[in-house]
């Protein structure tokens, strides 16, 4: 039972234009979201996060939407930027002993120049 | 400052074979720490996860085991690998509402 889901494997976008990327949420209880970007052969890197009680989170290009009701979340990246390429996870946290992190599946975000 | 480092980078092992992946945090004590697993193509799959010194909580049945003998180490080990264990590996560390940073990680292809 996937519980944070990105149903967009992967997303195309001509440099300058935005990129939106989308995720999916079950669970409820999940009380902070999160945006990270990974490289190849490296660790994913915190991008941008927003907490369950906001609706939009801003940082710079950066802009994360919380629709609470649709269970819904998204990146947007504005201008897109070629160095912008790589895979995004959303991961959303529940509050519990192990404060555990739920990834979804990455979507691969290509900027072509 | 907190990093957390993680060797090796790749390895490659036969079927068969034993594994250990380590994992140091430094610059912080007592941290939750995680071991994740991302198979080609796949997301990131939560393996195991340790509130502290002993503990281990498993949240996929597999082939693997993960140990966390001092406050800052945890080790993610296989008696056996099979084929499926390959993946790159990445270990995590919590630190503030800003979720986890994540090692480096390691690439095991096994043959």
């Known amino acids: 039972d996937q519980q944070v889901k990105q149903n967009s494997p992967s997303l195309s976008v001509q440099e300058g234009r935005i990129s939106i990327l989308n995720c999916d949420y079950t669970n409820s209880m999940f009380d902070y979201f999160l945006w990270y970007k990974k490289y190849p052969a490296e660790g994913p890197t915190f991008l941008i996060s927003i907490s369950s009680i906001k609706d939009k989170n801003e940082d710079g290009r950066f802009t994360v939407f919380l629709n609470k009701s649709a269970k819904h979340l998204s990146l947007h990246i504005v201008p897109s930027q070629p160095g912008d390429s790589a895979v995004y996870f959303c991961?959303?946290?529940?509050?519990?002993?192990?404060?555990?992190?739920?990834f979804g599946g990455g979507t691969r975000l290509m900027v072509k120049p | 400052s907190q990093t957390i480092h993680q060797w090796p980078a790749t390895l490659v092992q036969p079927v068969g074979s034993p594994l250990s992946l380590e994992c140091t945090v430094e610059g912080t004590s007592n941290p939750n720490l995680y071991w994740y697993r991302q198979a080609a193509g796949r997301g990131l799959q939560l393996l195991f996860y340790s509130v502290g010194i002993g503990q281990i909580s498993s949240e996929v049945p597999q082939n693997l085991s993960a140990s966390r003998p001092q406050d800052r180490q945890f080790i993610l080990s296989s008696k056996k690998l099979l084929l499926s264990d390959s993946g790159f590996y990445l270990c995590a560390w919590r630190g503030n509402l800003y979720g986890y940073t994540f090692g480096s990680g390691t690439r095991l292809t096994v043959v």
């Open positions: 991961a959303a946290r529940t509050d519990n002993a192990g404060n555990m992190l739920t």
